[in-house]
């Protein structure tokens, strides 16, 4: 059983950035793939992005393709999700997420974090 907690999240205005964290435990990290999802109120669960066991290969939606950098630290257990240029729109809980394999366009994730709250401002 993988247990996951984000961090990191906050209010930043419109063209700033935030760097979320997850930290894993109860598992082996380096064999799970990474995910990031959100979601905004009322509406579904989007995917943001998703990185291999050993970081060599991601993943990103389109929405935040080239403002968003997802990396991972295996020795501490940690992915991270960069957000740069960030926009109202990028408002969302944002959610960790863990599955075995090395697959990052497989998106049947198994384990799950509490969530984190983004809010951008205008």
């Known amino acids: 059983q993988v247990q996951l907690v984000e961090s990191g999240g906050g209010l930043v205005q419109a063209g700033g950035s935030l760097r979320l964290s997850c930290a894993a435990s109860?598992?082996?990290?380096?064999?799970?793939?990474m995910g990031w999802f959100r979601q905004a109120p009322g509406k579904e669960r989007e995917f943001v992005g998703a990185?291999?066991?050993?970081?060599?290969?991601?993943y990103y939606g389109d929405s935040v393709k080239g403002r968003f950098t997802i990396s991972r630290d295996n020795a501490k257990n940690t992915v991270y999700l960069q957000m740069n240029s960030l926009k109202p729109e990028d408002t969302a809980v944002y959610y960790c997420?863990?599955?075995?394999?090395?697959?990052?366009?497989?998106?049947?994730?198994?384990?799950w974090g509490q969530g984190t709250q983004v809010t951008v401002s205008s």
């Open positions: 109860g598992g082996t990290f380096s064999r799970y793939t």
């Open positions: 990185i291999s066991w050993g970081g060599s290969s991601t």
């Open positions: 997420a863990a599955r075995p394999g090395n697959n990052v366009y497989n998106l049947d994730y198994a384990y």
